[in-house]
């Protein structure tokens, strides 16, 4: 057993510079399966934006040192651009591969589906709610900001798997630990993160930001996400549920000026969407079958 406590070993573990963020399987074989057929930003970009780590590496890709002095991407059609279809068709399969579970994996394949399904939820209830709220120039910046507020739990699952797959510490990690570690520290590693990958500024406001009791009023798209998040407790889409939310009650739902009536649609359009089982939540892109407009 070695000598080394959690803590050490868990920041031993978190190098944002060579760690590979895991991308949820099926996303990552239905990418590989029309990587040959797609032609168009637009056809990339509806795949990438279905998984928070294909958004990152296609961001840490488009904001590399290479092109310091350049503005920062904070668009995925921006990235795309910058890096052109091939380089970036060519980064998002590259992150497929390396985001693949190793043989043995536990922990991976335990975790992920669940944090992979509660980072879509948030990202299209971030968007319909700047849809329904009349925000629709907001929505694409919401919906990224949900699909990534919870990227530290990414980064701590891969390296909570990579702790307990080796033979050095000797300590089994009950479930009860890693949610502790996973509640306690994403804050903390999503903004390492955020940093180190040099991803779009608004990510580092909604990741700082999306469990403060307090409200910035001056930030909408924090929220939408904060609210979006608390919808998604309440229907329990994640590894936490919270059946006494009332979200007309909350700060977000009373400064963003959205009605009980919507917040009850809302609710409604998250367990449509998402107990009815995977294949509804990848049927053509995560927002398919929601209206482009709404009104307030």
């Known amino acids: 057993m070695s000598n080394r406590s959690l803590a050490e070993a868990l920041a031993e573990a978190v190098d944002t510079e060579s760690i590979r963020l895991p991308v949820y399987p099926a996303v990552a074989r239905r990418l590989e399966a029309q990587a040959e057929t797609i032609e168009t930003p637009a056809e990339l970009k509806t795949l990438v934006e279905m998984d928070p780590a294909l958004v990152c590496t296609l961001f840490r890709a488009a904001n590399a ?3 310091k002095g350049l503005t920062p991407t904070s668009s995925l059609e921006e990235a795309i651009t910058r890096l052109g279809m091939e380089q970036s068709l060519q980064v998002v399969r590259q992150a497929c591969r390396d985001g ?9 394949p335990r975790y992920i589906p669940v944090l992979w399904q509660h980072a879509i939820s948030c990202a299209l209830g971030s968007w319909w709610l700047a849809n329904r709220c009349g925000y629709q120039g907001l929505a694409e910046q919401a919906y990224l900001a949900g699909l990534l507020h919870d990227a530290g739990k990414l980064l701590l699952i891969t390296c909570l798997e990579k702790i307990s797959s080796g033979d050095s510490f000797g300590i089994p990690l009950s479930d009860r630990i ?3 570690i996973l509640h306690t520290m994403h804050i903390e590693q999503g903004l390492n993160l955020v940093e180190t990958w040099q991803l779009p500024e608004f990510f580092q406001r909604v990741i700082d930001s999306h469990h403060t009791p307090e409200l910035d009023n001056q930030d ?11 919808g998604c ?6 590894l936490e549920q919270d059946r006494s939310l009332v979200l007309p009650t909350t700060a977000e739902a009373q400064f963003l000026g959205i009605s009980e009536i919507a917040l009850a649609e809302y609710e409604i359009m998250l367990e449509d969407r998402f107990f009815d089982g995977e294949q ?7 927002k398919h079958g929601i209206p482009q407009t709404w009104s307030r």
């Open 280 to 286: 509804v939540m990848l049927e053509a892109g995560p």
């Open 178 to 180: 890693i949610h502790e």
């Open 220 to 230: 909408i798209t924090v929220a939408l996400v904060k609210l979006a998040n608390r």
């Open 100 to 108: 693949a579970y190793a043989p043995g994996s536990k922990l991976l």
């Open 65 to 67: 040192s290479f092109f």
């Open 233 to 238: 407790r309440k229907i329990g889409l994640g």
